[in-house]
């Protein structure tokens, strides 16, 4: 998971010397962004079905391969094309690392464990995360992109060897996959309206991602500098309260984690759209992180609950629906920002806060007893 925190932000930090070495106007540098979640995209679809049939070990094994593969041509390849093929394959090893490891985590865990494990795997997220730029930050002046890049290949490729004397468990349907059940849970509605609150929550994590620092420069005077320092607030946030949720989810109620969360993520919205200095910016962003924290891990271990013998391929849909989410929500805003202007911003946090939570409360649990009985 750390490996994925890593694959996920390695691009948005060196992509201004990418863009710098290559001279790379705006369209030149987003042609090669975009090949980063296509990759995730298709990574995320694929490795369900191929964990409930051959097992975890091998493809976790082959998906960090892929992504430490993809760091060193992003550090050696001096072509476009080869750079592009490069990103894919670190956004495609990256988002089977993402799936397979919760799927593991749900798989290995039982039922009172599993929201509190996925909480606690979530941190390690937000150490790749936290690292990739505190790397750099701290190696630029010493050594390029390139070499800290391909430090961190090499590095991965250690941990390989490591893994491969780990016991794994076995498949679960070593004799045949069951393919007809598989595919209709694709229409399963628990499943879907899952996915869905993990589609508006994806879409929150992209949008605050990638348009809070617009959001600042054309609503307040912080310095560009420090406006791209606050959103490590928001990963910090996110990553210390999972830190925490690792061991509350054990005794607390999932529902009432997550109704204070989204109490937390209110404030925290509300309190960015009057926040205009650095202080009160970082700490509206570190809310916002700790409201957001529990829905991933809460999610993904109801999944795991309820398709116990389909884990890999319900968490593989659910999570295609989840990033399909963070396209779609980023994409729309940048009509959103034209009509209305970028400082409609945390407005459409809280429009996108508001529909997660139709979803969950007035749909999921007062109409769905499975979920009631998780209570």
């Not at 925190?5 to 369209?27: C, E, N």
């Not at 089977?96 to 985590?105: D, P, Q, R, S, Y």
């Not at 630029?140 to 941990?159: D, N, P």
């Not at 508001?354 to 649990?365: D, K, M, N, P, W």
Request: proline share 3%; glycine share 10%; hydrophobic share 50%.
């Amino acid at each position: 998971m750390t490996f994925f925190g890593i694959a996920f932000i390695v691009m948005g930090s060196v992509l201004p010397s990418v863009t710098a070495k290559y001279s790379l106007d705006t369209v030149g540098a987003s042609s090669l962004v975009t090949f980063l979640p296509i990759g995730v995209l298709l990574g995320s679809l694929i490795f369900g079905p191929i964990v409930d049939r051959f097992g975890y070990k091998n493809l976790l094994l082959t998906s960090a391969f892929i992504t430490a593969l993809g760091l060193g041509g992003l550090s050696y390849f001096d072509h476009l094309d080869a750079l592009r093929f490069s990103i894919f394959l670190i956004g495609f090893g990256g988002g089977i690392l993402n799936g397979e490891t919760n799927a593991l985590v749900a798989d290995i865990y039982d039922d009172h464990e599993r929201s509190a494990k996925l909480s606690l795997l979530g941190v390690f997220y937000g150490i790749g995360a936290l690292g990739v730029p505190l790397l750099l930050g701290m190696l630029s002046k010493l050594y390029s992109y390139e070499v800290i890049v391909r430090g961190t290949a090499v590095f991965m490729l250690l941990c390989i060897i490591f893994i491969a004397f780990v016991r794994f468990p076995k498949p679960k349907h070593a004799q045949g996959f069951p393919i007809k059940k598989a595919l209709s849970l694709v229409k399963e509605p628990l499943l879907l309206l899952l996915s869905l609150i993990l589609f508006f929550q994806s879409g929150l994590e992209g949008l605050l991602n990638n348009w809070t620092t617009s959001y600042l420069t054309a609503s307040t005077t912080i310095s560009h500098d420090n406006i791209v320092f606050t959103l490590t607030f928001l990963v910090l946030g996110i990553t210390l309260s999972r830190l925490v949720l690792a061991f509350l989810l054990q005794t607390a109620k999932p529902y009432n984690v997550l109704s204070i969360g989204m109490i937390i993520l209110l404030v925290g919205s509300i309190l960015l759209y009057y926040s205009k200095n650095f202080t009160l910016v970082s700490f509206s962003l570190f809310l916002i992180g700790v409201g957001m924290a529990g829905v991933f891990p809460i999610m993904l271990g109801f999944i795991g609950n309820y398709y116990k013998e389909t884990t890999g391929t319900a968490i593989s849909i659910a999570l295609f629906i989840a990033l399909c989410g963070n396209s779609l929500l980023n994409y729309s805003m940048g009509y959103v920002s034209k009509v209305f202007e970028i400082k409609i911003f945390p407005i459409l946090l809280l429009l996108i806060l508001g529909l997660q939570a139709i979803v969950l409360y007035s749909v999921v649990r007062y109409r769905n007893p499975k979920l009631n009985n998780n209570d």
